[in-house]
């Protein structure tokens, strides 16, 4: 298994605190992503890095906001959660952005259920 | 409106019958990607195509990549139970960046 860590797990918050998740690769790969999945949406894609201190808004990032420090972690924050925002949420890695023309295997964490009360 | 959209949301068949999951989309890509999740898991990766026209199989599963890299389709003969779960697509715009994924396919299949 690609070595990918999410924390916490679970985490129940109150709306209009921050919240912030974690996801540390022992990998080195380049691309980071962060995911929400939602009943009927899939995965929506909501901000990704290239690089240390590279990164880029995804199709929902409104509410969002991500560092990346370390090749290894990649941070998701929430600045005042909401009900909205209750979710699943998946990071994600990727080693390169074309290997012969085609998307490396993106290998995902095992998630990090967050509750908004 | 989602930039893959997939068909169906949801699909529940009998074991050993066949199905065809789409995914379809107006932009081009430079490959596309199938992914299968089971829950409390992330998603896992079972194929990519790359080539227009390209088709892979793996196993009872088939995949093909459409002729203008616009769409794809997965085809499972003789489905069994232990091939129920959720089946994304994913790709990204052929001069894009991000990793999107389609609205998933959840796929039952009793015994």
């Known amino acids: 298994d690609a070595g990918i860590t999410q924390s916490p797990r679970h985490k129940v918050t109150e709306t209009g605190t921050p919240v912030t998740l974690r996801c540390h690769q022992t990998e080195n790969h380049r691309y980071m992503y962060w995911y929400r999945q939602d009943p009927g949406h899939g995965l929506r894609l909501i901000h990704y890095s290239y690089g240390v201190k590279d990164t880029d808004k995804g199709e929902v990032s409104d509410g969002y906001s991500v560092s990346r420090s370390k090749t290894e972690d990649f941070l998701l924050t929430l600045e005042s959660a909401t009900s909205s925002q209750t979710s699943v949420y998946f990071c994600?890695?990727?080693?390169?952005?074309?290997?012969?023309?085609?998307?490396?295997?993106?290998?995902f964490g095992q998630g990090t259920r967050l509750t908004v009360v | 409106t989602q930039l893959l959209e997939q068909s169906p949301q949801f699909l529940s068949i009998q074991e050993g019958e066949n199905l065809t999951v789409y995914c379809n989309s107006s932009s081009v890509f430079s490959s596309l990607q199938w992914y299968r999740q089971e829950p409390g898991e992330g998603p896992v990766l079972l194929v990519t195509v790359v080539t227009g026209g390209e088709v892979k199989k793996l196993k009872r599963l088939t995949f093909q990549f459409g002729d203008a890299r616009k769409d794809s389709s997965l085809h499972i003969t003789a489905a069994q139970p232990g091939d129920t779960g959720l089946y994304l697509c994913?790709?990204?715009?052929?001069?894009?960046?991000?990793?999107?994924f389609g609205g998933g396919t959840r796929l039952m299949v009793k015994p």
């Open positions: 994600a890695i990727s080693e390169s952005r074309r290997l012969q023309g085609a998307w490396t295997e993106a290998f």
């Open positions: 994913a790709g990204v715009e052929r001069a894009g960046n991000m990793l999107t």
